[in-house]
Every structure is written in C-alpha cells, then in structure tokens.
DNA sequence: ATAGTGGGTGTTTTT
DNA sequence: CACCCACTAT
C-alpha cells in the first residue's frame, strides 16, 4: 500500500484518502483540499489498492466539476499503466447518474427507455397548458410558482397528497390538482423533468432488488462532493445505493446554498448517525486563500447562529487586505472593476479573474463596461447557448424524432417554422389526442380523427410526413446529418431570417455551432454503450449547462453568480451588488434561515479568491427601471466591520459622499405596505389622487394609494386593495377615483 | 393566422 | 426594465 500518490497530501488528507473501506466523512471549510482528497482517493483505491475504476461512482455537482476532476485523476496517472484506467470510472452528477440509470433499468418503474427530459421551459409550457384547460388565471396562478412548489415537493419525495394536506392558500389547494395532472402528462409523453429523474431512480432502487443488488456490487465506492448540498432525493439514493457502507462524502455546512431545492443541510450533519461506524475527518488548513482573505471570510459567517464552527489557517502569509469600494452608482462600480482588471492583467491571465453577483441581471452592466474597455470576458451563468430559441428549436425536432410521443416538443415545432397552423388548430389537435389517449405525433397519422378544416388538415399532413421522413432517414445518418437535414427540409434558415433579420447571424451561427457540438459529441462518445446515439446525444444537451460548455482554457475573465461560484477558485476575485436587497436578497428578509444561507452565499464568493478580493457596493441602483437612491451597503460589510476598519482598505469617491449628503426619501421596502408621503411633483399631483387617499378601481374595488412613483404618462401608482392586493397601476390609464 | 400594441407584473439562485 | 399576456387590426 506504500503509495507516491498521497506524498502530496497532508496528514489529516492523507488519513482520510487512505481510509477506503466503511463510511467516511470528510467535513471542512473552505479551501481545505476536500475535493483534492476526493480525487486522490480514488487514484489510490485504483492505483495502490487495484480496485477496478468501474466499480467507483464519483458523483458532482456540476458536470464541469466531474470533467476536472476526471482530468485531474488522469493527471495523477500521467506516465503510469494506468493511465487509461481513469477514464473508466463513472463521474457524473446526480441528475447524470440517474439519467444513466434509469435508460437502463427504468421499464421496472414504468419509465420507456427513450424518455425525453424536459426542462424548465418544457414544464412551465405544460403547466401553462393546464392552467388553460382547468380555466386558471396564469396571473393568479402563477406558472413559475406552481412549478416550484411542485418541484419542491418531488425534491422532497412527497406528492400531489402531501401538498393538499399542508396547502395554507388557494393556489397550493389547486396545485395538488395540476401536479396529478402534470404528471399524468409527463409520464403520457414518456418525458422526465430534472427532478423526475431523481424521483424515478429513487423508486426504482427502493422497488426493484435485483437492480439495486446489481447497483451495489457494480459500484462498490461510492464518493460525493459538496454533500451539504443533496436533498431528500439524493440521500435516498445514495443510501440505496452504498448500502455496503463504502460511501464517501465531503462538505462543508457553511457552504450549503441550495436549500431552495430542497437541499437539507441535516444530511451531512447527521451523517456520522445515519452511517454508523462513519469516520469523520476534520481540515482546516486551507491552501487557497491568504489570511486576510480567510480572516473576512470569518468575520462575515460567525454571524450564523445555526452553523459548526471551524477556523481556518494557511500559510500562505497575510497578503494583501481585501478592498470594499463604495460606488456612487452601477456605472461607478463597473469602472471601478474594470480599473482594476487593467491593473491586475499585468500580472494575471484574465481567467485568473472572476466576477460574482447574487442574479444574473446584475452582470449587464459589467459586460456593457467590458466591451467598451475591450476586456475579454465570458459569463458562466443566465441565459446561455441551450437556451437559445434556435437551439432548442432543433432539438425539438431531434427530439420529436427519437420520441414521437414528446408533446412538449411537438408543440414547440407545430408551427415552427411558419406553417399556417395557430393556436387553434394545435389546440385541436391536442384535445384529440387527448380524447383518444394518443400522442399528438400519432394523432397526426390518424387525421380523419381530427375536426379542422381541409386546409389545416393538409397542413398537418404535410408535417407528419416530414417528420416521418426525418426519422426514417435517421436511423442510417449521424446526428449532425440529421440535424443538418431537418435544417434544409424546414427551411430553418429562411424563417430565422424572416423572423429576427438583426439576430440572423448570430442565430446562424449557433446552428453552425450546434452541428459541431453534435459531431464532438458523436467523436468522443463513437457508438459505445449501445444506445442509439440520437437518445444519448438529446440527453447529453438536456443536463449540459452553460458552464459546462465554458472553455477554461480561454484566456477572458469568468462573470457567474455566486451559485455557480462554488467549488471553483481565482486569483482575484470581484463580489459586486453588496447591498441590502440583492445580497442578502429582500426575499430572504423575512427569514433568519434565508438570510443565513444568504450569508453563506457571501461566504462561498469571498473564500473562492486566492489572493485579491475587491468587494463592491453601491448606493444608487436603477430597479424596475427606477433609480433608487436609498441603497444600503450589506448588513454582512457591516457585520464584518469592514466599513470601518482600517484594516481593510476601504477606496471612498467624492461621487458617493454627495449622494451620502443628498436627502434620502423614506425608505421603502418592495414589500411592505408603508404609504410614501413625499411630496408630488405636479405632473403627478394632476391626476388628483395622493398616497394616503382611499381610493376605488372598476375592476380591483376599494383600496389604499401607496405610493406614485414616476412621471406624466408613465406615473404609477401602488395601490393596496382591500380584496385584490397589492397592485401597480398606470395612473394615466387606471381609472381611479377618490372616496371621501 | 399573425403582427403589433400596450397593458400589468414581477424578480433570486439551477440540475 | 424585460417579459408575458390579452387584445386589436390586418
Ligand atoms: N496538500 C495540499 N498541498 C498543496 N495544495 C493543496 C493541498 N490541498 C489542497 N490544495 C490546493 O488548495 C486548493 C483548494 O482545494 P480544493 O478545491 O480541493 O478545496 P475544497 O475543500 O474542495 O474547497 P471548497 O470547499 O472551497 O470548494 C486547490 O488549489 C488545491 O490544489
């Protein structure tokens, strides 16, 4: 067992790497090498101990996290025998695994071996349908909103019952009603959202024994990074899954922010019970981040109550002290950023720089100030290239071919490009196919079925037979072939042209680019595994992200969130937005559990620098296109004492201190009820309503005025009605009048 | 059937 | 501001 491979890990790592049989936590802040023992610990079990890498299951959190660590494994081998062995062990994310998983064994539970996966838009376009056919306001009934209380609820392998039995309003009440539904439509499409895979695999090792014995001899260790983040469904599986007890996790509490996705961080936390004869190991140096750095980090996340408390050292020395930059306003912060990206690029590659924000809206403003500055730059999260209306509209059609009974993407492609078939005809055709219990794709080949005029029917026709075609052809064609053709019958290009002439290159282009993405894909995977590549290649675009895609190796500065921050690490690190209303965020006001992951969300950006760290805040934002100029720093700056201490360096503008001077209106919250008497301006004043009034709406009855922000045309006013809630109305269009 | 208009509405975070 | 929906005019 003497082994080069643990020379380069200290000895707290060591022991937790050399420790391969029962159940092993490994529990630490920040930095600590967690995922580095992850990986020297499964070069050992391979490399000194000759466990076959087929038998070892490393599961991520991100592909692109499963991707390093693979190179990294491969890396380790560089030179030896063994080399080729570490391509051979399974690293992939849960939602991967499953996928995995159930294409093999999924009939068990009902599910066909070519299920499509929907995503997010997928599902809300069905929860839309729904909302249609039971007669429920989407604006009442909001799509988003039921979809997260329904992807919550299989997060936690709970059902439409469970949701019924502790609905509080109206809207949980119905949506017990459109959960059955919307699994009744799902599982008739033969399509799993993300959460279904979970949800399906779970039932499937928990139901089907022989699958799960067969599970648990083929992968005889299992390891799994950033534990504090699994769910319900997830620590199921697992615990299906390692029964063996050869089960590996490491974590980090302070580190947990995926709550909102039913993470529980009592999961690692109660590991050492639920896994009894666990050995836990503790590390606590950290080999990332300079002192100074560690030390901010430490004074913002004492402040959680509800936390295990580590110190961590390094011995990297006290570097430089992190900078807080007060910024007048957005603009001001963005040049703030990229003055010191002009200054740091003499020293650093770009990629060695990141910026972080709580939302995705928050990087515009560092883009627009990048382009101009010609800083080269990538963002890792937001709306990213599979989600690009072309993108997706190809792999609908990809999809409807390799499963005719994709609804979903039927849909999507009924009238795309334009062929004369609207709302009502699609609207018909599904209610047939409804009434008959078929697929739509199958209604198209019984037409005679279908009440619509001759004209539509033709239409429809026309269609059937084009995709017939493009799946015969298919079967015999690579991927990129396919989706070459479907290009050329559909005349995809004219319709892009037709629809968005000044997106047309660019959309373009992302269809040259997906033919690429789809010959890489055919290279690397060949026609292994014996699953029709079609099915593997619409899996592979369904659980990639944006981030993933990301090359690293391109030399431009990394803008993400603070979600897709963790695990990853840069020289000089920016966390911008450090205000009261986006970190912590307002939503999480209410909520000591929410603010505390939000301060943990803090924490993850701040330890994720190696040696720079500028941190930003500004006290003017523009939000729903109004300027505010009531911004506060963070509580957590305040926290750390970091506005004061000299200590830190804290760079002041003449710009700030004359907003600091100007007089603050009273300061409004989003969602309190406070009325705003401030004085009106007489475009405002004129149409003759003033916060405070009791005022009527035709429509929404009595209610309070609020507030009125705005100007002549476009002034609104808040209202709080009686019945109707909080609204916002176009004073010069609502037609409002005063009660007494 | 579709394009264009003009309301109202709401904000996280992602596999 | 940006998105989504309903409505209107072609
Ligand atoms: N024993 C060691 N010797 C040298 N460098 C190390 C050692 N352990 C870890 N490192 C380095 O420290 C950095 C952090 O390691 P790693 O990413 O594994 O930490 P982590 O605990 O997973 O961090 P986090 O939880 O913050 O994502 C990496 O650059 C890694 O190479």
């Given amino acids: 067992m003497e082994s080069r491979i643990l020379d380069d890990l200290n000895p707290a790592q060591r022991e937790a790497a050399a420790c391969i049989d029962g ?151 119905k949506t017990a009603g459109i959960f059955v539904e919307y699994e009744r439509r799902l599982r008739a499409a033969g399509a799993l959202d993300f959460t279904d895979l979970l949800v399906f695999a779970v039932r499937l090792l928990e139901s089907a024994e022989p699958v799960r014995k067969h599970l648990q001899e083929k992968f005889s260790y299992v390891l799994v990074d950033e534990y504090q983040d699994t769910n319900l469904a997830q620590y199921r599986l697992l615990r299906s899954l390692a029964a063996h007890g050869n089960l590996c996790v490491v974590g980090d509490d302070d580190q947990a922010i995926y709550s909102w996705r039913g993470a529980d961080v009592r999961n690692i936390l109660s590991f050492e019970k639920d896994f009894p004869a666990a050995r836990v190991v503790k590390l606590e140096q950290n080999y990332r981040s300079t002192q100074g750095i560690l030390d901010l980090a430490y004074r913002v996340i004492r402040n959680n109550r509800d936390r295990a408390d580590k110190r961590l050292v390094t011995h990297l020395g006290p570097g430089d002290a992190p900078t807080v930059y007060a910024a007048a306003d957005g603009y001001d912060e963005a040049s703030f950023v990229s003055g010191r990206v002009r200054d740091l690029e003499s020293d650093l590659p770009y990629n060695q720089m990141a910026v972080f924000f709580r939302m995705s809206a928050q990087s515009r403003l560092i883009e627009e100030e990048f382009l101009a500055r010609g800083i080269p730059y990538v963002v890792v999260s937001g709306v990213g290239f599979y989600e690009r209306r072309e993108v997706k509209d190809l792999l609908a059609y990809l999809r409807v071919i390799a499963n005719p009974a994709d609804d979903a993407a039927l849909e999507r492609i009924l009238n795309v490009p334009k062929r004369g078939i609207g709302d009502t005809s699609a609207a018909a055709l599904a209610e047939c196919a409804r009434a008959a219990g078929v697929s739509q794709a199958d209604m198209l080949n019984r037409l005679d079925q279908v009440g619509a005029s001759a004209m539509v029917k033709k239409r429809l026709a026309d269609l059937a037979h084009l995709l017939q075609e493009l799946r015969r052809d298919a079967a015999d064609r690579t991927i990129e072939e396919t989706l070459r053709r479907t290009v050329a019958v559909t005349n995809y290009f004219d319709y892009l042209e037709k629809t968005d002439p000044p997106g047309f290159e660019e959309r373009a282009a992302n269809v040259q680019e997906l033919y690429t993405v789809a010959q890489e894909f055919a290279n690397r995977v060949g026609m292994a595994e014996g699953q029709p590549p079609l099915v593997a290649f619409i899996e592979e675009l369904s659980l990639l992200t944006d981030a993933d895609r990301a090359d690293s190796s391109a030399d431009r500065v990394s803008l993400m969130t603070l979600h897709a921050a963790k695990g990853q690490e840069f020289s000089a690190v920016f966390l911008i937005g450090l205000e009261e209303g986006s970190l912590p965020h307002a939503s999480a006001f209410e909520s000591d559990a929410e603010l505390e992951e939000e301060r943990r969300l803090c924490y993850v950006g701040i330890t994720r620098a190696k040696r ?57 919250s989003l969602n309190d009820d406070t009325i705003v008497r401030v004085p009106l301006d007489d475009d405002q004043a004129a149409f003759g309503v003033a916060p405070g009034d009791r005022i009527a709406h035709p429509h929404f009855g009595e209610g309070m005025l609020l507030r009125i922000s705005g100007h002549a045309e476009d002034a609104t006013a808040t209202v709080k009605f009686d019945r109707a809630g909080r609204k916002r109305l176009k004073l010069a269009h609502a037609k409002l009048t005063r009660l007494s």
């Fill in 23 to 173: 159940p092993l936590l490994i529990f630490a802040g920040a930095g600590t090498g967690k995922t580095r023992v992850i990986t020297h610990r499964i070069a050992h079990l391979i490399y000194d101990i000759g466990i076959p890498p087929e038998n070892i299951l490393a599961v991520t959190f991100t592909n692109k996290a499963a991707g390093v660590m693979r190179e990294r494994l491969v890396g380790l081998a560089e030179g030896s025998s063994h080399a080729a062995a570490a391509g051979r062990v399974f690293f992939a994310t849960f939602h991967r695994f499953c996928a995995w998983l159930l294409r093999r064994h999924g009939e068990a539970v009902g599910i066909p071996k070519r299920f499509t996966i929907y995503d997010d838009a997928d599902s809300l376009h069905v929860i839309r349908q729904i909302l249609k056919s039971m007669n429920l306001e989407s604006s009442i009934y909001r799509p988003a909103a039921i979809a997260a209380i329904i992807d919550r609820a299989k997060n936690d392998l709970r059902g439409p019952q469970d949701i019924e039995a502790a609905a509080e309003g109206p809207v949980e009440e």
């Fill in 612 to 668: 720079k760290l500028f941190l930003s805040h500004a006290y003017s934002r523009r939000i729903y296109g109004e300027t505010r100029d009531d911004i506060r720093p963070s509580r957590f700056l305040e926290e750390a004492g970091v506005l004061e201490e000299a200590r830190f360096q804290v760079v002041d503008t003449a710009a700030y201190r004359s907003f600091r001077r100007r007089e603050a209106p009273e300061r409004v």
